[in-house]
């Protein structure tokens, strides 16, 4: 292998290092997304071991563990339940105090 050729892949390693990572920085939720794509794909039963094993590693951590934070929306584990229509959080009015009167 030529020096032309080491540089040149050493130069792709770098910069397709840096765009995943300023994707990941910058677009974390379509880059988990693709992520966890990327990883079924792989981890379909018809694929080798390796590339089994490849498609677990791949993983985002929230699907690993199983997490609700695993990009596929609420009850997409199904251990928590059915969505209630309830307000989350009360609105609780605002009071603003009138300034003192002022006598001359």
């Not at 966890?36 to 690993?64: D, H, K, N, T, Y």
Request: hydrophobic share 40%; net charge positive; aromatic share 4%.
């Amino acid at each position: 292998m030529s020096t032309q050729w080491l540089q040149t892949l050493l130069v792709a390693v770098i910069v397709s290092t840096s765009a995943v990572l300023a994707m990941r920085h910058v677009a974390p939720g379509p880059f988990r997304l693709c992520q966890s794509s990327i990883a079924r794909l792989l981890g379909q039963s018809r694929r080798s071991a390796v590339l089994r094993a490849f498609g677990r590693w791949l993983q985002p951590l929230e699907a690993r563990q199983g997490g609700c934070g695993s990009g596929l929306g609420c009850s997409s584990c199904g251990g928590c339940g059915t969505s209630s229509a309830t307000k989350a959080v009360e609105s609780i009015p605002l009071k603003v105090p009138s300034p003192p009167l002022q006598r001359h």
